[in-house]
Antibody
Framework: QVTLKESGPGMLQPSKTLSLTCSFS??????????VSWIRQPSGKSLEWLAA???????YYNPSLKSRLTVSKDTSNTQVFLKITSVDIADTATYYC??????????????WGPGTMVTVSS | IQMTQSPSLLSASVGDRVTLSCKAG??????LAWYQQKLGEAPKLLIY???SLQTGIPSRFSGSGSGTDFTLTISSLQPEDVATYFC????????FGSGTKLEIK
């Protein structure tokens, strides 16, 4: 059974660095073809893909946010992390981690975590 | 790639056949997925590769289209289908549409 769960600080101040963790089970990120992505959604708005990391450690970033994002994974291949530097109010959103579908070339997301809400406020 | 969904709000009756539209700003072949998001929940994959039904999704959901124009159809609307529906392209990076909110009349 595939499950993912996000965790984060809940609230942080502008200009700080946001650190998020995605803990998952039911698959291993060391398995060929596996990819975990981060996607966010401001309240009442659409979804924005942020970043991803694959089984081989290759990293993928949304070009419009690339300079502020760092994605990484732990050595046990059961957690993925995302850091966003210099946050501002526009980064207030629910942050999801999601597993990419298992067919390598198709970047749809078949399992999602419940999301963690992050508020940027002074 | 910009994804445009219409309408933004759709009201229909139980049992109706419902059609949601998604248009891509350029040719995305069939690299399109549809998600259902109920209030307070994460998105749920319904359709991938434009017309492939995800495992466990009821057969009343179907997808069609290729190139720039795509459709999600619910053949007989059920009360539990109240949700916002998003399309997503994965031909070039990943982008999502703005969503269609579906409600029961």
């Amino acid at each position: 059974q595939v499950t993912l769960k996000e965790s984060g600080p809940g609230m942080l101040q502008p200009s700080k660095t946001l650190s998020l963790t995605c803990s998952f089970s039911g698959f291993s990120l060391s398995t060929s073809g596996m990819v975990v992505s981060w996607i966010r959604q401001p309240s009442g708005k659409s979804l924005e893909w942020l970043a991803a990391i694959d089984w081989d450690g290759d990293k993928y970033y949304n070009p419009s946010l690339k300079s502020r994002l760092t994605v990484s994974k732990d050595t046990s291949n059961t957690q993925v992390f995302l850091k966003i530097t210099s946050v501002d109010i526009a980064d207030t959103a629910t942050y999801y981690c999601a597993r990419r579908g298992t067919v390598v070339t198709y970047w749809y997301f078949d399992f999602w975590g419940p999301g963690t809400m992050v508020t940027v406020s002074s | 790639i910009q994804m445009t969904q219409s309408p933004s709000l759709l009201s229909a009756s139980v049992g109706d056949r419902v059609t949601l539209s998604c248009k891509a700003g350029q040719n995305i072949n069939n690299y399109l997925a549809w998600y259902q998001q109920k209030l307070g929940e994460a998105p749920k994959l319904l359709i991938y590769n434009a017309n492939s039904l995800q495992t466990g999704i009821p057969s009343r959901f179907s997808g069609s289209g290729s190139g720039t124009d795509f459709t999600l159809t619910i053949s007989s609307l059920q009360p539990e289908d109240v949700a916002t529906y998003f399309c997503q392209q994965y031909n070039s990076w990943v982008t999502f549409g703005s969503g269609t909110k579906l409600e029961i009349k």
